[in-house]
Nanobody, 115 residues
């Protein structure tokens, strides 16, 4: 059973920064891509960012230029550096790992941006 364990969430003030981490229980190269989704209160779960096995990154328009995704293959870990946070970034963030026709989800981690 694949497990994804996320950490690093919390409360941050507007224009602040946070870095999320997610460690995958299996070899990260077993997955086509790893990344993050988020779900704000009362809204659907949306794509945030991903990085594929070749290191190609993809971002939602709402986070481009502010968020940066990276991976440490030796640690089977993916990171999400979030800068210039604003209240609209408040959400539960989910780590994901994709194989063909299936996506694995980690436990959600709360990120709250508030003064």
């Amino acid at each position: 059973q694949v497990q994804l364990v996320a950490s690093g969430g919390g409360l941050v003030q507007p224009v602040g920064a946070l870095k999320l981490s997610c460690t995958v229980s299996e070899n990260i190269f077993d997955f086509n891509a790893v990344g993050w989704h988020r779900q704000a209160p009362g809204k659907e779960r949306d794509f945030v960012a991903s990085i594929n096995v070749n290191g190609r990154t993809d971002y939602a328009d709402s986070v481009k230029g502010r968020f940066s995704i990276s991976r440490d293959n030796a640690k089977n870990t993916v990171y999400l550096q979030m800068d210039s946070l604003n209240p609209e970034d408040t959400a539960v963030y989910y780590c994901t790992a994709n194989i063909p026709f299936r996506r694995y989800w980690g436990q959600g981690i709360q990120v709250t941006v508030s003064s």
